[in-house]
């Protein structure tokens, strides 16, 4: 039973686009939100991270939304480049540190 | 920043032996450790969490005598995938908490291919 739900599994945008990756979780005890960038036969790298105290928080071009109420959160690429063609992972994790992971999302910047 | 070594990067190894791989913290301590497992085009499965100086705790189904686990200390765990198999072929990768970092932050490693011929 996957506890987090990340969609779309793809997406596809123009360079300088805002791609949107939504994530969705059920247990509310759930205190740590990150996010996960990996490129292909890499580790993943944390991106951002965000606590369920905060509504919203940027890093660089990255930004996280986050609905408590509505028990979901999301990433915003902003200004996306070619570079910027990976797969993201959203997760969450209580206070054992196990994170569970979304199902993952392809995102393709074209140029 | 920190960063989580892992070794090797990938290794070839024959049916029935036993291959293991290491994950390093290597600039702050890391009482837990946890060990993934992730498929082509597939998330990350959590196999078990490694708890410096006791047993590792293992995820529903990940056979424990199969995938040894061994944290001795506060900046290195091991998995030992034992008797090999094709169908252990996989992706591994650990990621490391950073118990001295507010909010306790997760690094990854870059992961261990493992190819069992």
């Known amino acids: 039973q996957q506890q987090v739900k990340q969609s779309p599994q793809s997406l596809i945008v123009q360079k300088g686009g805002i791609p949107i990756i939504n994530c969705a979780y059920e247990?509310?005890?759930?205190?740590?939100f990150p996010w996960y960038q990996q490129f292909p036969g890499k580790g993943p790298a944390l991106l951002i991270a965000?606590?369920?105290?905060?509504s919203e928080k940027k890093e660089g071009r990255f930004t996280i939304s986050f609905n408590k109420s509505a028990k979901q959160f999301s990433l915003h690429i902003m200004d996306s480049q070619p570079g910027d063609s990976a797969t993201y992972f959203c997760?969450?994790?209580?206070?054992?540190?196990?994170?569970?992971f979304g199902a993952g999302t392809t995102v393709t910047v074209r140029a | 920043g920190a960063v989580v070594s892992q070794h090797p990067s990938w290794v070839i190894c024959k049916s029935g032996t036993s291959v293991k791989i290491e994950c390093r913290s290597l600039?702050?301590?890391?009482?837990?450790m946890f060990w993934y497992r992730q498929f082509p085009k597939q998330s990350l499965m959590l196999m078990a969490t490694?708890?410096?100086?006791?047993?590792?705790?293992?995820e529903q189904g990940v056979e424990k005598d199969k995938f040894l686990i061994n944290h001795a200390s506060l900046t290195l765990s091991t998995l030992t995938v034992t008797s090999a198999h094709p169908e252990d072929s996989s992706f591994y990768i650990c990621?490391?908490?950073?118990?001295?970092?507010?909010?306790?932050?997760?690094?990854f490693g870059e992961g261990s291919w493992l190819t069992v011929v």
């Open positions: 490694s708890n410096e100086g006791s047993k590792a705790t293992y």
């Open positions: 600039d702050f301590q890391a009482t837990t």
């Open positions: 965000i606590r369920p105290d905060v």
């Open positions: 990621s490391a908490r950073d118990s001295g970092q507010k909010g306790n932050t997760i690094y």
């Open positions: 247990n509310t005890a759930f205190d740590y």
């Open positions: 997760a969450a994790s209580r206070g054992d540190y196990k994170l569970s």
